[in-house]
């Protein structure tokens, strides 16, 4: 029988047991130390991450969304990272779908048992009908809330991909799922805060994911943001100093062709280095999938 006393993220950490006596230099580096350990603990998960980008690259690909699913700060962590995806690669926001228990009260104050309700994860997801085309992420520190697993029954029911995001060597709650990703981050330093070591490590792995997912998309040149869309003064900055660096043109001109481009980096890109005219420009970045290498290489 499993015991959530058993999770290794719900054991005492002796490196801070004495915390409440340390002077705040010495709880700082206690932190940072402890913090040290959790880029190893992914990278060691890396082969289970690269089979979700697999999952999510091909959902994209064919019409379908990427859903990230959880309670607490996982379900936060998840919402965020969806959120960044639309002005960060210029998709639309039906693409990465982040889905908290307890609903968007959620993101800013606890619903208490909230994660503990199956029903209610049914009921959120009910709305989006996922099919084969989906992939449903379930994040869960320890793997003890239901709203998890009863979305990833659900998911997998529906014909969807499910991965399991845990920071446990082995979850308190499993259900059948295509893979589990367990970045093991040990006891944290407040005894079962997993907002901290578990959270950062969470954190990590989204953003691994979602950041593959479009780069295999098309949405990088090299390691250039081009497909934002410049909709305020600090990206219109950004999208000009990009067009420079891979035309040569100066400051000025980068900007106009930008602004030319209804404020497209990689459709000025296009237009620049053929010459055309927008619309010229859109049918070759369609022909090509959007990926700029393409159009640039032809």
């Known amino acids: 029988m499993n015991y959530r006393g058993d999770l290794n993220t719900e054991q005492q950490n002796p490196s801070s047991i004495d915390i409440d006596n340390m002077d705040v230099r010495d709880i700082l580096h206690t932190i940072n130390d402890e913090d040290s350990y959790i880029a190893k603990a992914v990278k060691e998960s890396i082969p289970d991450i690269e089979k979700t980008v697999k999952y999510t690259v091909s959902s994209v690909k064919n019409g379908g969304?990427?859903?990230?699913?959880?309670?607490?700060?996982?379900?936060?962590?998840?919402?965020?990272?969806?959120?960044?995806?639309?002005?960060?690669?210029?998709?639309?926001?039906?693409?990465?779908?982040?889905?908290?228990?307890?609903?968007?009260?959620?993101?800013?104050?606890?619903?208490?048992?909230?994660?503990?309700?199956?029903?209610?994860?049914?009921k959120d997801l009910e709305p989006f009908k996922l099919d084969q085309k989906d992939t449903l992420i379930?994040?869960?520190?320890?793997?003890?809330a239901s709203y998890v697993i009863s979305a990833l029954e659900h998911a997998r029911e529906r014909g969807a991909n499910t991965v399991y995001v845990v920071t446990n060597p082995k979850p308190f709650l499993m259900t059948d799922v295509d893979t589990v990703i367990h970045a093991d981050t040990g006891a944290e330093v407040i005894t079962g805060s997993t907002r901290m070591k578990a959270g950062t490590a969470t954190k990590m792995i989204l953003n691994m994911i979602s950041t593959t997912t479009m780069v295999k998309l098309?949405?990088?040149?090299?390691?250039?943001?081009?497909?934002?869309?410049?909709?305020?003064?600090?990206?219109?900055?950004?999208?000009?100093?990009?067009?420079?660096?891979?035309?040569?043109?100066?400051?000025?001109?980068?900007?106009?062709?930008?602004?030319?481009?209804?404020?497209?980096?990689?459709?000025?890109?296009?237009?620049?280095?053929?010459?055309?005219?927008?619309?010229?420009?859109?049918?070759?970045?369609?022909?090509?999938?959007?990926?700029?290498?393409?159009?640039?290489?032809?």
């Open 138 to 144: 379930g994040i869960s520190c320890s793997g003890a």
């Open 65 to 122: 969304r990427v859903f990230y699913v959880g309670a607490g700060t996982s379900g936060r962590l998840g919402v965020l990272d969806a959120s960044e995806i639309p002005p960060t690669f210029s998709v639309s926001d039906d693409i990465f779908i982040g889905i908290i228990s307890g609903g968007d009260k959620a993101l800013r104050r606890s619903i208490e048992g909230a994660e503990d309700s199956r029903d209610n994860a049914i």
């Open 218 to 298: 098309g949405k990088v040149y090299g390691n250039l943001m081009v497909d934002l869309m410049a909709v305020n003064k600090k990206l219109i900055d950004r999208g000009t100093r990009i067009i420079m660096k891979l035309t040569g043109l100066n400051y000025d001109k980068a900007n106009e062709k930008l602004l030319a481009a209804d404020r497209s980096v990689k459709l000025a890109l296009v237009m620049e280095h053929h010459n055309c005219t927008i619309d010229e420009g859109r049918r070759k970045l369609k022909d090509a999938e959007g990926y700029l290498n393409r159009v640039i290489n032809s």
